[in-house]
């Protein structure tokens, strides 16, 4: 999975901010707000959260039908912000402990997590590597 990101990286250079094409986005599939696959390469929005869509109080699931409804929503987002748009990756940060890769995507030449954000379907959710800054976002409230 990692080697296809790997080999979309352009520069050698190690920046902050960094186009990872030259190959082409031709299939993004949302898993939720903020996971997916991109080119069948399985990834996780970076800094973000959102609410989650598996079945209640399971284990990785939603712990209130509230927290489901708006998953579905965030998904449903994401889903029209990313289709017929020109998708970038903007960075990649590495693997996850699920071996996702951790990404910053612009549609149109917007941040997408930041787009997601702002239209109230995810939250921000700081790390630092692995480790996260803040508790997750409670869905719930």
């Known amino acids: 999975m990692r ?35 991109i080119n069948g390469v399985d990834f996780r929005l970076a800094d ?15 712990q209130c039908e509230n927290e489901r409804a708006r998953g579905f929503a965030a998904k449903k ?12 990756i903007t960075q990649s940060i590495g693997a996850d402990r699920y071996d996702r890769e951790i990404i910053r995507i612009e549609v149109n030449g ?10 109230g379907h995810l939250a921000p959710w700081p790390h630092r590597g692995s480790k996260a800054l803040k ?4 869905w719930c409230k």
């Open 48 to 62: 973000v959260d959102a609410p989650e869509t598996g079945p209640l109080k399971s284990r990785g699931g939603a």
């Open 3 to 37: 080697q296809f990101i790997v080999c979309l990286v352009s520069m050698a250079a190690c920046s902050a901010e960094r186009d990872i094409g030259p190959e082409p986005v031709t299939e993004i599939v949302w898993f939720d707000g903020d996971s997916g696959a």
């Open 77 to 88: 987002f994401m889903m029209d912000a990313t289709s017929s748009a020109s998708i970038r």
């Open 135 to 138: 508790a997750k976002p409670d």
């Open 110 to 119: 917007e941040d997408l997590a930041q787009l997601g954000v702002s239209a």
